[in-house]
């Protein structure tokens, strides 16, 4: 993993290769000068913004509270409640450093970063499948069982597509991301629709074993499947999808897949901005700093129900600005 970043050159379609419940360590938060209105935190990225050593400490100690190891009775204990989803102490300590991220993480910044979407323009333009939508494609796939398959109908995935549910079309989204847990592994698809392409988005896409290569052919169907379900006007033999794996940059370490794909959420969309890359190569501090901006930018959200029980039990409360 390079330590440095490297500068993005000008923005060009990238080079690919084709292969076979749904509902942000440190310095990147901003927060406002009062108690009562902190702002909403910032993407995850560090080198946005600038906190002084006084912010930057209280910082760390509130990403300590809420990342250091749980008691058995504090395990179910909430840190952040909003937008139907919440994290518990089990939960937060996936994001201390080096920890592997819980399936309710990915699922909760995936959710949020929708809802500041429609909140900064209005509406979602990339829309983020919960984790449980790939759960269902691989158990309902077996994919060593190709005579037990079943296509699916408009009621078994209904609750994950249609726009009496989301409140928008995912079919008029640019990207359509689907964070995937695989044999203890984070990787993520992004379908286009309006290119009717599958892009596989995998930070050990180098080492894919037989079973993940048949889970993203697996995949495919089940995203051509989704096509003919969204726009009645197609049929299987016309919602023909093209499969191709994106080459990202690769995690040097078994434990930050989850890092990788909360980046992929937030920041890839097939342009290549760093040299010959869609996405750019982080260092170990970066990761750390990624894992400290989600974790103290989910406590600190205005919509986190807890969120002055939690700051005032961390001892940070009137202390952030």
């Known amino acids: 993993m390079a330590s440095k970043r490297k500068k993005p050159s000008r923005s060009r379609r990238a080079p690919t290769h084709a292969s076979l419940p749904e509902n942000w360590t440190s310095d990147a938060l901003q927060t406002s000068s009062t108690d009562t209105a902190l702002r909403a935190p910032v993407p995850l990225d560090p080198s946005s913004t600038r906190q002084g050593k006084t912010s930057l400490s209280t910082l760390n100690k509130l990403y300590y509270f809420c990342t250091r190891r ?15 989803f ?6 937060t300590y996936s ?9 309710m993480v990915i699922l909760a910044a995936g959710k949020m970063m929708m809802e500041d979407e429609k909140e900064r323009i209005g509406v979602v333009t990339r829309h983020i499948f919960s984790p449980l939508f790939m759960n269902k494609v691989i158990c309902e796939s077996n994919l060593c069982k190709e005579h037990s398959y ?17 409140g928008y079309n995912i079919s008029q989204c640019k990207l359509v991301f689907a964070p995937t847990l695989f044999e203890e592994h984070w990787s993520c698809f992004a379908f286009e629709p309006i290119n009717k392409t599958l892009y596989v988005l995998d930070s050990m896409c180098n080492k894919l ?10 995949t495919k169907l089940r995203f051509e499947e989704l096509l003919v379900l969204l726009y009645p006007n197609l049929t299987k033999e016309n919602a023909t999808i093209t499969l191709v794996h994106v080459d990202v940059p690769m995690q040097s370490n078994i ?8 980046k992929y959420l937030e920041t890839w969309d097939g342009s290549i ?9 982080y260092s170990y501090k970066e990761i750390l700093e990624f894992r400290q901006s ?3 930018g989910l406590v600190q959200h205005p919509k986190n129900e807890v969120r002055e029980e939690i700051l005032k039990q961390a001892g940070v409360w009137g202390k952030l600005r």
């Open 70 to 84: 749980p008691k058995p009775h504090e395990e179910s204990s909430v840190l952040v409640r909003m937008f139907g």
């Open 86 to 91: 919440y994290l518990t102490r089990k939960d």
């Open 95 to 103: 994001l201390r450093p080096k920890g592997w991220l819980s399936l």
């Open 150 to 166: 079943k296509p699916w109908r408009i009621e078994d995935v209904s609750q994950f597509i249609l726009r009496n549910r989301l």
């Open 209 to 218: 074993s037989t079973s993940k290569k048949n889970l993203d052919n697996a």
């Open 255 to 262: 434990h930050d897949c989850g890092i990788y794909v909360l």
């Open 273 to 281: 901005k760093w040299q010959d890359k869609t996405m750019p190569d």
């Open 294 to 296: 989600l974790m103290c």
